[in-house]
């Protein structure tokens, strides 16, 4: 079975994420390109990783008008990368049009929609004019995202559960803001380890610092497939 593993690949040039991949199996993980290496490095790169047989999350969280955000998804897909993401905050004529933009393409990439950023806890969310529980707004966008015909949500592990009751087992929710047991939690608030994002019922777990930072990181990324 392929691993429910993404890297995160936060790097600032094509040659250091380079080098953290060559060691790396397909069959172990999933990477994810942002924007501060799609910025640096450029859809070659990303071409590239798909050359080497990764399935290849392009995170861009696109945000903008249905039109302009409708014509980026289908340039994504074109890259054969496997997931791409809008934001679910563009509204459900967003991410109908990024939807129906999908449609031509044989293999075309998952869709999925960010809900409420893992950064984010009450009080954050409150500054933006959202005065919702962050697991309430996440419930509500998820649910947005869904009768617009995504294929899943970026959201945290701690609203996992709440979410597979409304929403079912298809849909796809993709977990960043994991932390693996001691490691340090950074500038993200609704946290949880793998194996409590696994009990919880997640699709994909992303991973960027804990892995990327790390002294050993194929001991890490082997500790969090099997907590997987
Ligand atoms: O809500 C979100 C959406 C995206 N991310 C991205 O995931 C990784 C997490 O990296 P860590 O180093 O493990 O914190 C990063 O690329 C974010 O841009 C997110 O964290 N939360």
Redesign the pocket.
Known sequence: MSSRLII?L?FPTAEQALAFVKPLDPQQCKL?V?FELFVAAGPDFVRALVQQGFAVFL?L?FHDIPNTVASACKAAAQLGVWMINVHASGGAKMMQAAQQALQGFENPPKLIA?T????MDKAQLSGTGVNADPDQQVLHLARLAADSGLDGV???AQEAGLLRKALGDDFLLVT????PEGSDQ???SRVMTPAQARDAGVSYV?????I?QAADPLAVIAQINAAL
Request: charge should be positive; aromatic fraction near 0%; hydrophobic fraction near 30%.
């Open positions: 995160a936060d994810k942002g995170d969280k960010v409420v950023l893992t950064s970026v959201c945290s960043p803001g994991i932390r950074g500038d993200q992303v991973v960027g610092r804990p990327t």
